[in-house]
């Protein structure tokens, strides 16, 4: 059974950093690729960042490439996502998800597994 659990959100300055968690709580994390979402208000669920089951993979949405960090410590079955000098258009709830593959994917339905979210508030 996976369930996963998303931590870290809050509200931050514009400049700010903050590191989301995601903890799974089965025993398959280490099997499968993983990425963070994100959902503003009144606009569809996007792409963040993904990363690969093995750590060596990653790939990031434009507009955050130099200022995310995807990783992932297998043995704790965790992902993280440092987020540096945020950006009021950061603002949203963001949410983990777990991929049925190994790979890399920027595509939501390939996700089978996705937490509850955190709200992530930038401000100006």
């Known amino acids: 059974q996976v369930q996963l659990v998303e931590s870290g959100g809050g509200l931050v300055q514009a400049g700010g950093s903050l590191r989301l968690s995601c903890e799974d709580s089965?025993?398959?994390?280490?099997?499968?690729?993983m990425g963070w979402f994100r959902q503003a208000p009144g606009k569809v669920r996007t792409f963040v960042a993904t990363i690969s089951a093995s750590g060596e993979s990653t790939y990031y949405l434009n507009s955050v490439k130099g200022r995310f960090a995807i990783s992932r410590d297998n043995a704790k079955g965790t992902v993280y996502l440092q987020m540096n000098s945020l950006k009021p258009e950061d603002t949203a709830v963001y949410y983990c998800?777990?991929?049925?593959?190994?790979?890399?994917?920027?595509?939501?339905?390939?996700?089978?597994?996705w937490g509850q979210g955190t709200q992530v508030t930038v401000s100006s």
């Open positions: 089965g025993r398959t994390f280490s099997s499968y690729g």
């Open positions: 998800a777990m991929n049925r593959f190994r790979g890399i994917s920027t595509v939501a339905n390939t996700y089978d597994y």
